[in-house]
């Protein structure tokens, strides 16, 4: 079978499979007054609410698996401020599934986290009760099949934040831009069931003179097709890539920053904000993330993050 048949067929068991449940569909009562149809959602970090996705994208080795672990870090009671306001509720039960790092890899990672930022054993023990971290390297994960659906939604139901890490590695189909609209919809839908903020970790197209000037939305590998149906999408980059951003803003080499690129609704970080990487102490590998508010950033805003990027009509 060729792979476009195999994309076809795909598509149509994903159609079917999601038509199987149809609800109970009633009109809205405008005689109900404002927050009559307010759901439960919570929002987790700026821009992304419990039930829905949100994209972090760059590419490889910018950090964004060390930001995302901040992210779950700090809503499992981590007291750190990474630049933007992260839900902070110890009942937050937290998620981080990896399909890239081992065991071994994600446990050193937290543990420099750890000791870069002085946490006691105590304080340790509380945010380790509300985060599961699982490492999935080595299992062919495919997020598209329906036992492994059943898996992630056992697995993320009653939690608050869930962390994906990485768009490629947890499905079996390629690359296309068709592939991830349907890999958007199925993680859109575990999320909806599970009512829990999934933050997935992706990368970006290789940066080239033709795409450094277009909106890094641009950039995120499968385009609007997957863009489109993520609440909000962070994009992280670096002082080799984005000079200009940098100087522009207060950044220096060696530095990593992060913002929103593209956001449905929400106060959220259009500015970039900037990184330090801490070494981890006594020799040991790994870093981790440090932002100073005021330290890095500066009132110049010439050549900002949205006059910096072009749009593509």
Known sequence: MSKSNMLKLSFEEFMKESSTEIPDIKPIDLTKGRGYYKDNSVEIIPGLQTGTFAILAGKSGVSKTKLAIHFALIASGLNQDIGIEVNQDL????????????????????????????????????????LNLFSLKGYDVDIMNDKWEEKFIDMFTGKKLVILDNATNIHTMGEDNESFKLLGRRILKIATKCNAAIVLVHHTS????????????????????????????????DYLDDKKLFNSNGGIDGQVAYFAAQANNGNVPKDPIFL?????????????????????QNNNKQGSRDEKFKTIE
């Open 206 to 237: 290789q940066l080239t003179k033709e795409n450094q000037s277009i909106d890094p939305i641009y950039r995120v590998r499968g385009g609007m097709s997957l863009v489109a149906l993520a609440r909000v999408t962070y994009f992280m980059t």
């Open 91 to 130: 009942n937050n039960e937290v998620v981080v599934v990896t399909c890239e790092d081992t065991q071994d890899q994600i446990n050193e990672q937290t543990q420099t986290i750890k000791e870069n930022l002085n946490i006691d054993d105590a304080e340790w023990c509380k945010i380790n009760s509300n």
């Open 276 to 296: 330090n990487k801490i070494n981890a102490s006594n020799n040991n590998e790994g870093y981790s993330l440090e932002y100073k508010k005021g330290a890095i």
